[in-house]
């Protein structure tokens, strides 16, 4: 209202007179609700987590996803990536075929071979593709391959 002289108001008063408070429009930063109390949504912890994260931890998040024959065959959604797996790039600039040469964990990177780019002086560098951009068409089998797939075997379990 008007405020006539002589009339006594507060400073907080006055404040809230020149300045109106904003109606809260936009509580929350994530759109769903939080179910588990223990795991943050935080968009810092999640970050410092990825890139703190240990060579075990590395490893895991290092995954393909493995080719529709082999998804049919071993009834496996996926598998952490290792050297010397078949893998087809299907994302990005460097799409094609080859094997995995190296899994540079510090970087969440594999090297493919053949897949290399020049440098200024002509030498060949591999060039670094996420797993999540590559399908695995051909698996290293060994004992512990073949435990990992058994203990993932969707047909096996029993819920």
Do not use: W
């Not at 009339?7 to 006055?14: D, F, G, N, Q």
């Not at 809230?16 to 949504?41: F, G």
């Not at 078949?86 to 080859?98: A, D, I, L, M």
């Not at 560098?125 to 004992?143: A, L, Q, W």
Request: charged letters at 30%.
């Amino acid at each position: 209202g008007l405020l006539s002289f002589g009339t006594r108001i507060t400073l907080p008063e006055l404040a809230e007179l020149i300045c109106p408070p904003r109606p809260l429009t936009h509580t929350h930063t994530c759109d769903t609700m939080k179910r588990n109390k223990a795991v943050t949504s935080s968009r810092r912890k999640n970050r410092k987590a990825h890139f703190t994260a240990p060579s075990s931890v590395r490893r895991i998040i290092m995954s393909s996803p493995l080719s529709p024959e082999l998804r049919q065959k071993y009834k496996v959604r996926s598998l952490p990536i290792r050297k010397h797996d078949e893998v087809r790039v299907v994302r990005g600039q460097y799409k094609g075929e080859g094997k995995v040469i190296t899994c540079y964990r510090k970087k969440y990177v594999v090297h493919i071979e053949r897949i290399t780019r020049e440098r200024a002086n002509q030498m060949p560098v591999p060039v670094g593709i996420h797993p999540s951009n590559c399908v695995i068409t051909k698996i290293r089998m060994d004992k512990d391959r073949k435990s990992i797939l058994d203990r993932k075997n969707r047909e096996t379990k029993q819920d």
